[in-house]
């Protein structure tokens, strides 16, 4: 019981690490955006670009902690943190989802790169 309190613990470090991380990326994300005077298109790929560096790190802290299973844990850590960035995306549009083929290329991107940052670890 005790090794499976200290996972959920990991995992949650793990998550909060990822949002963190996020919040970083996306303030210089915006900042070259706006002072790069970038199109919506190029805001488009950075955020992509993001999805795929957090995903990354964040399976590979994953799979450091946890040392077995590297890439399901990594798997693991993508899954939680696309949950949670669908849930903020439905609290700010009132529920709706504009984009559900955009939705399932986040989903995709962000699991498959999360799994490959737990197997490099």
Do not use: H, P
Request: net charge positive.
């Amino acid at each position: 019981m005790e090794k499976q309190k200290g996972n959920g613990i990991r995992y949650l470090v793990t998550l909060l690490f990822m949002f963190v991380l996020t919040i970083l990326l996306l303030l210089v994300g915006t900042a070259l955006v706006y002072y790069g005077d970038l199109s919506a298109e190029t805001a488009r790929i950075i955020i992509t670009v993001i999805y795929i560096l957090v995903g990354m790190s964040g399976g590979f802290l994953m799979g450091k902690m946890m040392k077995v299973r590297k890439f399901v844990w990594g798997i693991l850590a993508g899954i939680g943190y696309f949950a949670c960035l669908l849930i903020i995306s439905l609290a700010l549009n009132q529920g709706t989802v504009e984009d559900v083929i955009q939705l399932l290329i986040t989903f995709v991107l962000v699991v498959a790169s999360s799994m490959i940052g737990g197997m490099i670890s």
